[in-house]
């Protein structure tokens, strides 16, 4: 489904594309939302976008399923906006700091380190990112 995105920050005329949100986390009422951002790399629209998710950052509870849900979109609008080494780092950040007890966040930040990857076209490390995954 698609909608045009009338949040602020958004940019004029951006849309985001939804799709289903989930259960996230074991608290009730945690989900994880995905926002993709139509455009080119270099407008401003990203950039824009980036900076929502930073004001949504600064609001969000420190270590909390939304927090993590933020961290996670911000790394794929930085992968978007080509800026790979910084995405390719925010999930990396996230995957060393989660306790391998919380699968489920692991899952997401590992499944959003491959798309940083491969929009990044490190192929080899995305190799090797899927043998460790299937070494689990």
Known sequence: ASARDDRPGAGSGSRRLARPARGFGSGQWA?????????HRQEARLDAALKALDQLL??????????VSLRLA????????????EAEAAVRAIIS???????????LAHNTLGDCLRAAGKVKDLRKLAAAWQAV
């Open 74 to 85: 911000r790394a794929e609008t930085l992968a978007s906006a080509g800026q790979f080494p």
């Open 31 to 39: 989900y994880v939302f995905y926002i993709d951002v139509e455009g």
């Open 58 to 67: 600064t609001d969000a509870p420190k270590g909390s399923a939304k927090s």
């Open 97 to 107: 700091e989660t306790p391998p007890e919380k699968a489920e966040v692991q899952a």
